[in-house]
């Protein structure tokens, strides 16, 4: 009688553990990796070389297990090549020498589980300014298989500051405050690993603003009913004094002229000779 056992050895490591057809898998092994290498042992009770075929069967995200591989039972593995990512399931049935399967195919269990992932996580980062110089931080992992203790959060102020960690942040999903100069350029950056191997990132980053200076006082509007001095700016016009000679009207009689002023067709008439004098320039 024979008997086959799946190991559950993968690309990234061994373990001590044999899947036989008789049990059931339980918890997946988690890759990132598309092609890997599944070992399968053949026991047999009698003694001598093993013959016959192992028939590896395998289904994707809860499909029905097919026929995908067929190698001579002294191989000791399959080269699988995985097509997606997802959940696979597989077993493996073991042939005689004449062909005839151990057992029947329809009461195929699932004897090895592993889950092919090869997205790697992200994490998603806000940074709000709250208040002058006051930034908070919002960070969530979008991957709930995450590698124990890789999550990291840092932070850096300015163009060339130097990266810091905080010092409470290991969870992947959370929020805290840091402070901060206004006109300061914060950024943050987040590391995370999930279980398959996959490095996941997430960053972000705010210039804090720069308070306004106050604005001058004003003058308050002077009360209903009041009036204001107005200035007088118009710069007084010099006095022009002109000096006009007059005679008499018994003068002008008895030199035989008529008086200082006569009237004329066009108004009134100085009578020449005349003399007249602004400031210091004469006139004649």
């Keep these: 009688m024979k008997r086959t056992c799946l190991f559950s050895k993968l690309a990234r490591g061994f373990f001590a553990i044999a899947f036989c057809h008789t049990a059931t898998a339980s918890e997946p092994l988690v890759t990132n990796t598309t092609s890997f290498r599944i070992p399968f042992a053949v026991e047999s009770e009698g003694v001598g070389e093993v013959s016959g075929q192992a028939i590896l069967y395998a289904s994707v ?17 399959f080269q699988f090549n995985a097509s997606k990512d997802g959940l696979y399931a597989f077993a493996v049935r073991v042939t005689d020498a004449a062909g005839n399967l151990a057992g029947p195919p329809s009461d195929l269990t699932p004897e090895l589980l592993v889950s092919v992932d090869t997205t790697p996580p992200g994490v998603d980062v806000q940074l709000i300014e709250v208040a002058p110089g006051q930034v908070q931080v919002k960070w969530n992992c979008n991957e709930s298989r995450i590698a124990p203790g890789s999550f990291r959060l840092e932070y850096a102020e300015g163009t060339n500051g130097r990266w810091k960690q905080f010092p409470t942040s290991s969870e992947p999903a959370g929020q805290t405050t840091i402070s901060s100069s206004p006109g300061t350029s914060v950024s943050v950056r987040a590391f995370v690993n999930d279980l398959a191997g996959n490095q996941g990132s997430g960053t972000g980053q705010v210039i804090l603003s720069v308070p306004k200076p106050p604005e001058p006082a004003q003058q308050p509007a002077p009360a209903a009913g009041t009036t204001q001095p107005v200035v007088n700016q118009v710069a ?3 006095q022009i004094g002109i000096a006009f000679p007059y005679e008499s009207p018994a003068a002008a009689s008895s030199s035989g002229q008529n008086s200082a002023l006569t009237a004329g067709s066009g108004g009134l008439t100085l009578p020449p000779p005349y003399h007249a004098q602004v400031g210091h320039t004469a006139f004649s």
Excluded at 61 to 77: F, H, L, T
């Design 236 to 238: 007084q016009s010099p």
């Design 61 to 77: 995200n809860g499909a029905p297990m097919e026929q995908v591989q067929k190698v001579q039972a002294s191989a000791g593995g």
